[in-house]
């Protein structure tokens, strides 16, 4: 299905009623039935509609749902280029946030500008402009509270829209993710522990090596390194999750991590790596992962969907 096809699906249902007006104009969204849903959108897969959208709803910024099955009303868009940042793949139409996510890009590529050998940062996927399943990549930002900072040092602010297409990001892994190789820094370290200090993050995923290699060389306070997750892949960037905003009624938060600096089981991942465990031949082969309809969602998406 195309863009155009998935939008005018979305324009011909005219789901009256979804929508309203607060006190001061401006757009809100009221609760929708999921059985109110017209059986032509819970056919189609929900990433074809959200994937259509090029702009932001006119509501107050507001995740709906968990971070990989929801939506987010009233998005904003990053710059594509700012005193201490740069969007890439333009293309794709995905620096798109909740306002939150928005200013703690700002606040961090500050802080990264200060780094010998940076300027700021290069900043990948945040969410599409209503937030949803994406058309391709991501299982997770749906909610605008989801960013992807390239490990690439942002020496130069200056990248041209097909430079953003055609450059890529570094990988600082080494021996498949156990360790960190030579494009590591203390630089790095900082930035991603700028990240994890901030207190609207819930955690940051990165390759095991570089979880285990922050736990080696951090010497001060530990506390932020609860918030550093080891996950697969997470080379080339690292993938910082913000919670729920305070007052944002329906956004479901993920579980905290479990107590402590997690350096241990950061260790495990890399000894699993190095020297993996037989496979249990008692395992269940993997269920093939179903595309999310509309009806998978939270009532509120599909007035996010319908708004301007």
Not at 184 to 192: G, K
């Amino acid at each position: 299905m195309t863009r155009r096809a998935a939008a005018l699906i979305i324009l011909g249902l005219g789901l009256a009623g979804c929508m309203g007006a607060g006190k001061d104009g401006t757009a809100r969204i009221q609760a929708v039935s999921t059985q109110n849903v017209p059986q032509e959108m819970r056919g189609v897969h929900a990433k074809q509609l959200f994937g259509a959208m090029r702009a932001g709803s006119e509501h107050d910024g507001g995740p709906y749902g968990s971070y990989a099955k929801g939506c987010l009303a009233g998005g904003v868009q990053l710059p594509e280029t700012g005193p201490t940042w740069q969007a890439m793949r333009l293309s794709r139409n995905r620096n798109w946030g909740h306002p939150d996510v928005v200013d703690f890009i700002k606040t961090l590529s500050r802080k990264a500008a200060a780094q010998p050998g940076w300027n700021g940062l290069y900043v990948g996927d945040i969410s599409q402009p209503r937030g949803g399943p994406m058309l391709s990549g991501h299982r997770s930002h749906q909610l605008g509270l989801d960013v992807d900072i390239w490990m690439r040092p942002a020496d130069r602010l200056t990248l041209s829209r097909a430079d953003r297409e055609s450059l890529s990001s570094i990988s600082l892994r080494r021996a498949r993710g156990a360790y960190t190789n030579a494009e590591w820094t203390r630089q790095h370290h900082e930035i991603i522990k700028a990240a994890a200090q901030d207190p609207r993050t819930a955690r940051i995923f990165v390759f095991p090596g570089a979880k285990v290699r922050m736990c080696s060389d951090e010497k001060g306070d530990r506390a932020w390194l609860r918030k550093i997750r080891p996950w697969w892949g997470h080379h080339y960037h690292f993938h910082v999750r913000l919670r729920c905003p305070d007052g944002a009624r329906g956004c479901v938060n993920q579980a905290p991590p479990p107590p402590g600096d997690g350096c241990a089981g950061a260790q495990e991942w890399v000894d699993n790596i190095l020297d993996p465990p037989p496979p249990d031949p008692d395992a269940p082969p993997p269920k093939p992962r179903r595309e999310l309809t509309m009806a998978d969602l939270p009532r509120q998406c599909v007035s996010v969907l319908q708004a301007n």
